[in-house]
């Protein structure tokens, strides 16, 4: 499974890192995406980073704002957020996939991030 952690309450403008980290399974076997859901909306695709961490791809709604990596040796995908706006407020989930929004995909339970002043 998936476990994610780092969300919280921020200002706008304020920062957050999002962790994520595999639980029986690696992986570096997968492209990894985050995905958030803001209430009452379906969920959005926010990033995506190949197997190898080399390839990173971006919704143009965070890019040059948030920044996706992994670490497999760590078993780890983080998302780091600058800038935060009061729309980026959502539930944020790791997923595999490189969309995290086909049926196959698996996601983790998901952290709130809340952005506010």
């Known amino acids: 499974r998936l476990v994610e952690s780092g969300g919280g309450l921020v200002q706008p403008g304020g920062s957050l890192t999002l962790s994520c980290v595999g639980s029986?399974?690696?992986?570096?076997?997968?492209?990894m995406s985050w995905v958030r859901q803001a209430p009452g909306k379906g969920p959005e695709w926010v990033a995506h980073t190949s197997r190898s961490g080399l390839s990173k791809y971006y919704n143009d709604l965070v890019k040059g704002r948030f920044t996706i990596s992994r670490d497999n040796t760590k078993n780890t995908l983080t998302l780091q957020m600058t800038n935060l706006k009061p729309e980026d407020t959502a539930v944020y989930h790791c997923s595999t996939g490189r969309t995290g929004l086909a049926d196959s995909d698996v996601w983790g339970q998901g952290t709130q991030v809340t952005v506010s002043s």
């Open positions: 029986g399974f690696s992986i570096g076997s997968y492209d």
